[in-house]
């Protein structure tokens, strides 16, 4: 190659084609105007924007500053000479490399960390304010009905096939309302309980919005009298009581849909189903845990059953080693404040359900 | 030696495409991989490297078109999308709530039902808006990030324009059942164009909405034989039920027909500068073609992949139940990584046999006109691309390339 090669010139002002020959100089690309002006582009700076089709020409432009999106200047040189191209390849070796514009880094780091702390801010601040909010609006057969479908949604995600998990048990069944009956003598609930047992193993109860109590057969099974039982059931009614479930599950659907958006899952499903599963695990905050013991603690010292059966209950399947239950798990630190509970409260006058109701009771799921 | 020459480069009335199956299959595999190693971060640098390749092998009278968009824009835009998005979600919800309508998982009567039914087709009514405001953004920043001749193309931002717009002859489509299509096409498109721009020269869309009514016959006759089948369905079942198959085929590939043609038309009818017009005559016929080989094709390569892929797992676990022992981790983990590639194998043929194809035939049955007067059209400001397409990205609407 020799001598100035004629190529196009798009000098980044206006669209008209300007032909300058080109030559390969001491450290710079020359290019020579008709006019007789003469334009270095230094080897240093030159960079292919976009190889051609032959997969050895291209076209060509300056690295620069120019607060666009790529740090290029908007002249375009087109390298349409095999030749041209093969020398400008071997005198400029930084022609394939990839600039970020200034400060590129810095505004991806600042608009992660914007996007993550509007969400963090979102998931935790703005969610849980009107999760609480619309909690105190919401109509009692709407958060209902809420309560319902939350507690269909448990009831899918625990039962192995499609079948209901509810245990029908006709005796066991009344030894269960006669121990609602007892525990909430004497008081006009805000919600009419509705109170199941679930056919699963789990050690666990939860409450649902609008009234719902769920207990596991695990529970029952794991407790060694109904005052224990009395005592988790008592607790459950206090979160009711203080519409505790309502919130939770109207704060876990908002943050469930919120993070299927950021996922991609447009259609939500998922969020119904997080929601779910956040009612088996997820904690009340402090605040709640120790209302709903206090609570629970008054609707026992009411009916005249000891608070102490609830501390044994956790104080005995605690410690056990391997599986930790999981009501634990989603009440922590329970065990401790039944500690002191059973200090602060009279000693058990009579059992809350006699000996056949007890056995009714553990028998209801056949 | 060198003279000032003007536009007249060889061909110069021609649009070209040179991209080759090889090249984008290869690029579009490896990105697909990348994108699916990183959990779909990748997707938006994956897209910028798709569209240098597809843009630079477009050639104006000569010229290669440039695009120059980075996928750390897009990145940054997408998250910021995702914020506005959760917001208004978020607030729609509270407006539900507020007048007592709730998802119910488990209606069990009519009044749960209906107001199921209520918030569910709410929610997705709130997102409409923002899909034809992604709609707006994504054409606005993709001419933004696109040069020809160093020139920028670009467009006004009048995405909020666009959205009212498309509502109003949206909903004017639907109450007359889909009669007004054409006025909804045209006025869109419009809008659009006439908000263009090549450097400092404004694009017009001239033409009038009524021309595109000639396009839309074979859905007529689709629809027609489709309801006269349904109501044949009545008397003579077997004849009825073959002509409702006919006739909704009928109206596809119609759609299909009205789809192609009236980009032809629109581009015809659009100017640029006053000077420069365009030529496009896309043929149905052959973009049907593509879409049905590519789709044949792909089916076959995929029906024989899995007959390959059960005999794998038929040989992993059946070798494993007759020894007694666990399936070996290693087969099972290259059945799960064969899996998912297929699905990256499956977006990458699809873009070299059928998008490329189609793009191709679009692009080379175009032709322009009055090139010459390009030379006097002047640089453009930089335009930041506000969110960079990143509501479409977060509604998942982004089309072949």
């Known amino acids: 190659m020799a001598g100035r090669v004629p190529s196009a010139l798009y000098d980044g002002q206006t669209a008209r084609r300007h032909v300058v020959g080109v030559e390969v100089g001491q450290g710079a690309l020359v290019l020579h105007h008709a006019d007789g002006r003469v334009e270095h582009w230094p080897f240093e700076r030159l960079r292919r924007i976009s190889a051609h089709a032959d997969g050895r020409t291209f076209t060509l432009a300056l690295h620069s500053e120019t607060g666009d999106e790529v740090p290029r200047d908007p002249a375009r040189l087109v390298v349409s000479d095999a030749g041209l191209a093969e020398a400008i390849r071997r005198a400029a070796p930084t022609l394939g490399r990839h600039d970020l514009p200034r400060g590129a880094i810095r505004r991806v780091m600042v608009g992660t960390v914007a996007a993550l702390g509007a969400v963090a801010l979102i998931l935790f601040g703005i969610v849980p304010m009107l999760a609480a909010t619309i909690a105190e609006r919401m109509p009692r057969e709407t958060e209902i009905a809420f309560g319902r479908s939350v507690v269909a949604q448990v009831e899918g995600f625990l039962a192995e096939d499609d079948a209901p998990l509810a245990c029908e048990g006709a005796a066991g069944r009344a030894a269960l309302d006669r121990m609602a009956a007892r525990l909430t003598a004497g008081r006009t609930l805000d919600y009419d309980l509705r109170i199941a047992v679930f056919d699963h193993p789990m050690v666990n109860a939860f409450a649902a919005p609008g009234g719902h109590v769920i207990l596991m057969r695990g529970l029952i099974e794991a407790a060694q009298g109904p005052d224990e039982v009395a005592g988790v059931l008592a607790h459950e009614i206090g979160h009711v009581e203080a519409r505790d479930p309502t919130r939770l599950a109207l704060r876990s659907a908002g943050s469930a849909g919120i993070l299927s958006l950021l996922i991609g899952d447009m259609l939500g499903g998922a969020a119904v189903a997080v929601a779910a599963e956040y009612m088996l695990t997820a904690a009340y905050s402090r605040e709640a845990e120790a209302a709903a013991d206090a609570y629970a603690l008054a609707l026992l010292a009411e009916a005249g059953v000891g608070a102490g059966g609830l501390a044994d209950f956790f104080a005995r399947v605690a410690p056990k080693a391997g599986r930790m239950p999981e009501y634990l798990a989603s009440h922590p630190g329970i065990a401790g404040r039944a500690d002191r509970t059973r200090a602060a409260v009279a000693a058990p006058t009579a059992p809350i359900l006699s000996e056949t109701e007890w056995s009714a009771l553990r028998e209801i799921c056949g | ?401």
């Open chain 2, 1 to 401: 030696m060198p003279t000032d020459a003007g536009s007249t480069a060889p061909g110069a009335s021609d649009f070209t495409y040179s991209g080759r199956f090889g090249p984008i299959l290869r690029l579009a595999l490896v990105t697909g991989l990348i994108t699916l190693l990183t959990v779909g971060i990748y997707r938006f640098w994956a897209t910028a490297r798709l569209r240098r390749y597809v843009w630079g092998s477009v050639r104006v009278g000569g010229d290669a078109l440039e695009y120059t968009g980075t996928g750390l824009e897009k990145f940054v835009g997408f998250l910021f999308a995702v914020v506005v998005l959760a917001l208004w979600l978020g607030a729609v919800q509270i407006v539900l709530f507020l007048f007592g309508v709730v998802i119910v998982a488990d209606p069990r009567t009519e009044e749960e039902a209906i107001t199921q039914a209520l918030a569910l087709s709410a929610s997705s009514l709130a997102v409409v808006p923002f899909v034809f405001f992604a709609q707006y953004r994504a054409r606005r920043y993709k001419l933004a990030r696109t040069r020809l001749r160093g020139i920028r193309f670009g467009m006004e931002p009048a995405a909020w324009g666009y959205v009212w717009r498309a509502l109003g002859h949206g909903a004017l489509t639907v109450v007359t059942l889909g009669l007004l299509l054409p006025r909804q096409t045209f006025a869109l498109e419009a809008y659009m164009t006439n908000r263009s721009f090549f450097g400092d020269a404004r694009f017009a869309q001239g033409g009038r909405w009524t021309g595109l009514y000639r396009y839309l016959r074979h859905v007529g006759i689709g629809v027609t034989i489709l309801i006269a089948g349904g109501v044949l369905t009545g008397v003579e079942s077997d004849f009825g039920l073959f002509l409702v198959f006919v006739g909704y085929v009928w109206a596809f590939l119609g759609f299909v027909h009205y789809t192609v043609q009236s980009f032809g038309w629109l581009a015809r009818h659009k100017t640029l500068a006053g000077g420069v017009g365009f030529d496009a005559r896309p043929s149905t016929g052959r973009v049907i073609w593509i879409g049905f080989q590519g789709g044949v094709l792909i089916t076959i390569l995929f029906a024989v992949l899995a007959v390959v892929f059960i005999a794998m797992i038929a040989g992993t676990f059946g070798g494993a139940m007759q020894g007694g022992g666990p399936p070996p981790v290693g087969a099972l983990v290259a059945i799960g990584v064969g899996y998912v590639a297929a699905f990256v194998l499956a977006g990458a043929l699809a873009t070299a046999l059928i998008s490329q194809p189609i793009l191709r035939h679009y692009i080379e049955t175009c032709t322009i006109t009055g090139i010459g007067a390009l030379d006097g059209i002047v640089q453009r400001a930089h335009d930041r691309g506000a969110d960079a397409e990143g509501f479409a990205d977060a509604l998942d609407m982004g089309g072949a390339f």
